[in-house]
Every structure is written in structure tokens, then in C-alpha cells.
């Protein structure tokens, strides 16, 4: 009989049900029983000794002891006794609980609502230990009868003088002559209902178990076998049934590498057939030429482009004459020259008859590119314009019918520039500065500008140093170029930390820099979630400052996202032009600004800034020819991982070095700027922090394989194939993520 135990809903395995299925379904995401085989341990534990309790030491790592029940004591508020059992048969309660009118209640009358705390004491001969719980209490003080023995796991603790264990995994007693399963058993990352609803990880173990006698021999091979044999895999069988329980750390490695590679290999397999597919469509706009825009601009550059940003105008300008379209990420840290290349990448464009746009996160990022191209461009002769939501109605109109009939060649704006009502005449060239601000829908719309339905080429460009192995899976499909070296004459930052006591010392320090004539950015945290409680740090601040630097000869300047634009124009304004020496700010002053005379940043609070963060705000001193300085100020006391990323900060100034950490401290899923982007699909084994070189290679291997038939249409890429069919896979249209 042909059965299909593999693909049928979880609820049928053998201790599921579906109470439990559901569970399974909308926390794990779990529909069938080989939805489960997939779902794997996040560690092991050796669980083959049983330990004395008398030789349990207090903090030691995961123990296991066999002992008998002494006593079971339910606790309320403040230690009272509601009830309590022993060996000793003993029942009492201390009377006192409201509820039970002084007497001791029955064990029928106990009202759990009542307690708090659930006591256990074990004895397994060698000593005694407690067992405490706070959540489940009813269930597991019905089940630990005194005198009984059980198997009780976890991290023991001291408490008082007293050894404890809070929320042990507990176990029937393994019988004698025969041992748990495995010398090794996985833990299964759990949720909070799926602990209530007693999907412990010993009930995982068993679930898995009964999921591999099932249905382990119709498991089928998603690799070929040529992609195994050359790779040196293990089958999938094999892997599936050892990174469960492992026979032994040798078996354990090989079904973890297997299982890591087949996930980032189809992933990279996903992403690259739709950048192969892509670059076969003839669709991009051919831009055969520089034109004399171009080399106007080129010839009458103030300072020679570095080599980076000379590499990088090439790809991109070999990839805007292809004929197909082009789809670049642009990565260089702040004040490597970015906005230089997307001014001459802008005239390409106009050489060939189209229009360009520049998008920013920001209004005052616009204005400021703004600024700046328009002083670039002033020899082309090429029209530029400003389009953002502060533009007036009248102007707005005219701007509409100029990118309408062609007039203007390239127009610089903010979100504004997306709206239905702008359309172009031949939009040939997107640009998107920051690209993290927006999202991906955002993006999606700038394709369809054109009357013709040609999409323009698209140049995304971003501050923030993703490391290779994100940037790879984020935007696997994207070409992405780097400016690696920044422009010359640039001297090093130099970075300290300080405590809140050194402010005097700040404070002179500050005073003398602005009697060299230099200008001072401070900056506040500005978190969501305390957001009141951040403005009022934020005032305050600012006003201890004036105190501190009081007018005249000092003149502060505050901005934040609080005020109406035109203060914060104004004051922005007052800044940038040196009319004030001080700005105090919150973080809106992160992406981009550009005041060449500030050379100090005080980072407030520094220690609730992100690593990346903290990198960008330093990057908006340094600019100039003078020596600057970023303070780090921070509380008196700073956990120890926020204390690493002040030192690091203070050990470097290269940001992918910066990024690469960042990613091994928090996790790929958490770095700064990728927030909104996400995996395209989310990893259940492989670590973008750790599995760097598998990942290198699994793309490497990818490329070669679709090299050769970019359809996976030959028949020894069937398996493959038919992976990709798969949901995950298919739900995405990559194409659209720029
Ligand atoms: P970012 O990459 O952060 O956008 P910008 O484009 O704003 O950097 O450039 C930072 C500063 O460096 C600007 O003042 C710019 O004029 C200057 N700059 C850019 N390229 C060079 C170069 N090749 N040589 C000297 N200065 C440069
Ligand atoms: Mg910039």
C-alpha cells in the first residue's frame, strides 16, 4: 500500500491532535508531519548521565537527577502556606489565605487563583533539592505525588542556601536496562502557548520520534546526486534522522552541514535564476553613450575620483549600455563620495535622452542634495529641479508638465516623487538614496513612471555596510557595487567614551574647539517606545546647554521631528551656514547631512545607540580638513554588550568591519537598516553570522549550475526544479525588490 504519512496533517501523529496541531500551526508554522521533521533543534544536550544531587554544583550547565517527591508546598503572595503534602501525609495550610475561612481547605477546594508559587522538595538519598514553579502549577502538583520518582531537568540555581531548579523538564523514571533515546537530544525553540499547552521539548523528542518512524523512508533527496557527491553530502535521510538525535558529534556535524547547505544553496539557486532570468529579458533601456553632459561635468570635478569611485561608474555604466535593465546596490560608507557617482550616473541618462531622479529619506537630505548637484551640474547647462511635500502648488505644476514634456532632465525630491500625479517623459535612470527608508512597494511604483512601460535602470545607494553575506542573501538578485576608499585628506576620527561626571571637562573641550571656529552636532536618542519621556531628555539637554554656552558669544540651534518644517529648515540652515556653533538633535541628523566645519559629535546616552547607528552619526564629523572628534557620553552603568559596542567603536572607524560585528552581536534579523527589508525567506538552520563560507560557496555552486542551464530544465536538475515550485520560493517576485 502506497502511503503519504509525509504530507498528512500534523493532528494525525500519534500524540498531536488537534488542539496540539493547531498550536503547531500558528507557532511554528507546522501543517504537516514533514513541516515537522523541518522544524530543528537550536541546541543539544547530553542527556545520558543522571547526576547525584549531592554532587550538583550550583550554576552548572543543564543537570538531570532522579529523585523522590518529599514534600509539595503550594504559595501565596509573600511565602504563605495555601496548602502543602508529604510523605509524611501531612496536610496544612496556614489558615490565613482570604478565601477559605480560616480553615484548611481540601485539596478539591484549593483555589489556585490564590497561589503563586508552587515549592517542591526532592530527596534522590545523596541530598535535597527544590523544584520551583510559577506557571502549571495545578498540573504538576497533581502529578508530583510525594513519594513518587521522577526525572527532573534543568539549570540548577542557589537559592538562600538552598539548591533549586526553576521549571525542570520532568520525566517518568527511565526504566532499568534501558536508556532514554540518543545519547544526545535536541531542544526545540518553544513559545510561550506552546509550553502552556505541555509541548515541552520532551514532548518535541517524542513528536519527532513518532515522525521519523512514520514517515522517514518517504523523505525524497531535493539535492542531486551529482550536487551530493560533489559537495560531499550526506542523503537527506540520513540528515533529517541525526539532526534530531544524533547518533554521535560526527553524525551531528554532517546533518548540520547538509541541512545548512541545501537551505542556503536553493535560496541562492531562487534568487539567481531570477536575476538570469531578468538579464535575458530585453527590457532595459539601451544608453549607448556618456554624452557631452557627462564629460562637461567630469572635466570641471573640483578633485580627482578616487579609483573606488571610478570602478564603480564603469559597472555602472557598462551595465546602463547593455540594453538590459540594470539593478544595482551601491554600497559606501558616509563621505565616500556617493553622491558624485549618482551625479555622473544621473547624466549618463540625460546623454541619452532620458531624465534622471534622485529620491532621499528626507527633506532636508534633499534640499541638501539638492544643494550640492546643482553646484555639480552648473557647467552642463542640464535643467534641475527640487519636488518634495513642502513644494508650493504653483511650482508643483510647473515641475509636473517640465518631467512631463522632457525639460527638465533631472529632478531630486523626496517621497513626493513617487506620487501618481508625477509622470516622466523617459525616466531612464532611478536613484534611491538610503534605500532602507523605503519600502519595497515604495520602490516598486518608481517602475512604472514611463508611458512606454520600459522601466528605468535603478541605482540603489546605502550608507549602511551590510556584510557580504547579508547583502548576498537580501539582495541576491541585485549587483551590488562598493566603494571601498575613501576620498583622500581625510584625517581619522578620533573616538572616545566618556561618563556623565567628565561634562565639565566636555564642556571646556567643546568651548575651545569653537574658539578655533569649529562647530559642535550633539545628539539625543530618540527610541519609539519612550519617545515623551526622549523629548523631554532632549529639552532638557538643550537647555542645559544654553545654560552652559549662554548667548552671547554662543548661539545653540535646536532640531528635531517635533517641529514644523520651516523651524527646522531655519535652524538646520543656521547650522550649516555657521551661525550657530552648536546643534543639538535628535538622530534626524543621521543620514547624510553635510556641514564640512563641524568637527565634534557628542552622542548623548551613546550607550542605547546601535552599533551602526552610532557609526553613521560619527560619520557627519570628519568631513573637513580639521582634526575631529566624536564623544561617546554614557551612563554610569552600561551593560556589558552595550560596553562592546563603545569599544568597538572606539577601535575602528571602518564600517563594514563595524557591520560584521554588528551582525555577530545581534543576529542578522535585527541589524540596523535591514529591518524593513527582511530575508526574502527565513532561515530555519543556516546563520548568516556564522555560515559565511557555506554560504559563499553554496552561491558559487548556484551560479555554475544555472551557468549551464539557467532554467534547471535538464533532467539531473529535476529535484531542483521542482524545489523551487515550492511556496517559499515562488511567493516572492525577487525582481521587485528594488
Ligand atoms: P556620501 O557617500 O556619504 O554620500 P558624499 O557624496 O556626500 O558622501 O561626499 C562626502 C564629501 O566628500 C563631499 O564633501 C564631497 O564633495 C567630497 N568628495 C567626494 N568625492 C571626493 C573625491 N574623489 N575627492 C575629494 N573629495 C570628495
Ligand atoms: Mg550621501
Not at 547525584?52 to 517527591?69: E, K, M, N, T, Y
Not at 530585453?282 to 573640483?302: D, H, Q, T, W
Not at 542640464?382 to 518634495?388: F, G, I, K
Not at 530618540?526 to 532632549?538: G, P, T
Request: charged residues 25%.
Amino acid at each position: 500500500m502506497l502511503t503519504d504519512t509525509l504530507n498528512s496533517d500534523i493532528q494525525y501523529l500519534p500524540g498531536v491532535g488537534p488542539k496540539r496541531a493547531a498550536l503547531l500551526r500558528s507557532e511554528l508554522g507546522v501543517t504537516t508531519v514533514g513541516d515537522l521533521l523541518r522544524v530543528y533543534p537550536f541546541r543539544y544536550i547530553d542527556r545520558s548521565s543522571v547526576q547525584r544531587i549531592a554532587d550538583v554544583q550550583p550554576d552548572s550547565a543543564f543537570i538531570q537527577v532522579q529523585a523522590r517527591v518529599v514534600s509539595a508546598t503550594l504559595m501565596a503572595q509573600g511565602g504563605r502556606i495555601v496548602y502543602m503534602r508529604s510523605t509524611s501525609g501531612a496536610v496544612r495550610g496556614d489558615g490565613t489565605i482570604p478565601g477559605y475561612n480560616g480553615a484548611t481547605p481540601s485539596l478539591k477546594e484549593i483555589k489556585y487563583n490564590t497561589v503563586k508559587r508552587l515549592s517542591v522538595l526532592v530527596d534522590d538519598g545523596s541530598g535535597q533539592m527544590e523544584m520551583v514553579f510559577f506557571k502549571g502549577i495545578r498540573y504538576t502538583f497533581e502529578r508530583l505525588e510525594p513519594g513518587m520518582t521522577f526525572l527532573f531537568f534543568g539549570k540548577p540555581a542557589m537559592f538562600g542556601t538552598r539548591m533549586n531548579i526553576v521549571h525542570p523538564e520532568i520525566d517518568n523514571p527511565v526504566p532499568v536496562g534501558q536508556t532514554a533515546q540518543g545519547i544526545m537530544t535536541g531542544v526545540y525553540n518553544s513559545t510561550e502557548k506552546l509550553k502552556n499547552a505541555g509541548i515541552t521539548t520532551r514532548v518535541m523528542n517524542r513528536l519527532m520520534d513518532n515522525a521519523l518512524a512514520t514517515s522517514l523512508g518517504e523523505v525524497r533527496e531535493t539535492l542531486p546526486q551529482y550536487v551530493l557527491q560533489e559537495k560531499g553530502l550526506v542523503s537527506l535521510q540520513y540528515a533529517l534522522k541525526n539532526i534530531h538525535f544524533p547518533t554521535d558529534a560526527e553524525a551531528l556535524r554532517k546533518a548540520q552541514y547538509r541541512l545548512k547547505f541545501e537551505e542556503l544553496f536553493l535560496l541562492q539557486l531562487a534568487l539567481l535564476k531570477q536575476k538570469y532570468i531578468r538579464s535575458r529579458g530585453e527590457k532595459g533601456i539601451p544608453m549607448p553613450k556618456v554624452g557631452p553632459a557627462f564629460n562637461r561635468c567630469y572635466e570641471s570635478l573640483p578633485y580627482e575620483l578616487t579609483g573606488a569611485q571610478k570602478r564603480v561608474i564603469r559597472e555602472i555604466r557598462s551595465d546602463m549600455m547593455s540594453g538590459s535593465q540594470m539593478n544595482r546596490l551601491l554600497q559606501g560608507d558616509v563621505g565616500s563620495g556617493k553622491t558624485m557617482v549618482a551625479v555622473l550616473s544621473a547624466l549618463i541618462a540625460v546623454g541619452n535622452g532620458c531624465q534622471a531622479c534622485i529620491m532621499a529619506p528626507t527633506e532636508v537630505l534633499a534640499q541638501q542634495h539638492f544643494a550640492n548637484i546643482s553646484r555639480y551640474l552648473a557647467p552642463t547647462g542640464v535643467e534641475v529641479r527640487l519636488l518634495t511635500g513642502n513644494t508650493r502648488a504653483a511650482a508643483r505644476r510647473e515641475i509636473h508638465a517640465g518631467l512631463e514634456d522632457g525639460s527638465i532632465g533631472i529632478i531630486v525630491g523626496t517621497h513626493a516623487l513617487i506620487e501618481d500625479t508625477v509622470r516622466f517623459r523617459k525616466l531612464g535612470l532611478a536613484i534611491i538614496d538610503e534605500q532602507h527608508r523605503f519600502g519595497v512597494e515604495q520602490r516598486a511604483r518608481l517602475w512604472n513612471k514611463n508611458t512606454d512601460g520600459v522601466p528605468p535602470h535603478v541605482l540603489v545607494m546605502t550608507a549602511t555596510p551590510i556584510p557580504r553575506t547579508l547583502a548576498m542573501t537580501l539582495y541576491g538578485d541585485l549587483d551590488i557595487s562598493v566603494i571601498d576608499e575613501m576620498p583622500p585628506g581625510r584625517k581619522p576620527i578620533q573616538t572616545l567614551q566618556i561618563t556623565e561626571h567628565k561634562r565639565p571637562a566636555l564642556n571646556k573641550f567643546m568651548r575651545d574647539q569653537i574658539a578655533l571656529g569649529r562647530q559642535v552636532f550633539v545628539v539625543y536618542p530618540l527610541i519609539f517606545e519612550s519617545e515623551k519621556l526622549d523629548y523631554q531628555n532632549l529639552q532638557q539637554g538643550y537647555e542645559r546647554i544654553v545654560a552652559d554656552f549662554p548667548f552671547p558669544p554662543y548661539k545653540v540651534a535646536i532640531v528635531h521631528g517635533q517641529q514644523p518644517v520651516e523651524e527646522k529648515t531655519f535652524n538646520m540652515d543656521a547650522f550649516a551656514a555657521g551661525r550657530a556653533n552648536i546643534l543639538v538633535s535628535t538622530t534626524v541628523i543621521e543620514v547624510g547631512v553635510d556641514v564640512p566645519n563641524a568637527s565634534v559629535m557628542v552622542i548623548e546616552s551613546a550607550e542605547r545607540f546601535g552599533l551602526s547607528q552610532l557609526h553613521q552619526l560619527r560619520g557627519r564629523v570628519g568631513r573637513g580638513s580639521d582634526k575631529s572628534y566624536c564623544v561617546l557620553v554614557h551612563g554610569m552603568k552600561v551593560s556589558k554588550e552595550s560596553q562592546k559596542r563603545l569599544d568597538l567603536l572606539c577601535q575602528t572607524e571602518d564600517g563594514f568591519v563595524l557591520a560584521e560585528e554588528d551582525m555577530k552581536m545581534r543576529g542578522p534579523g535585527d541589524l540596523e537598516g535591514t529591518q524593513q527589508s527582511g530575508l526574502p525567506v527565513s532561515l530555519g538552520i543556516a546563520s548568516l553570522a556564522r555560515d559565511g563560507r557555506i554560504l559563499s560557496d553554496a552561491r558559487d555552486y548556484a551560479d555554475f549550475i544555472l551557468a549551464g542551464d539557467p532554467a534547471l530544465e535538464k533532467p539531473q536538475n529535476e529535484p531542483l526544479a521542482r524545489e523551487l515550485r515550492k511556496d517559499k520560493y515562488e511567493k516572492h517576485d525577487y525582481s521587485q525588490i528594488s
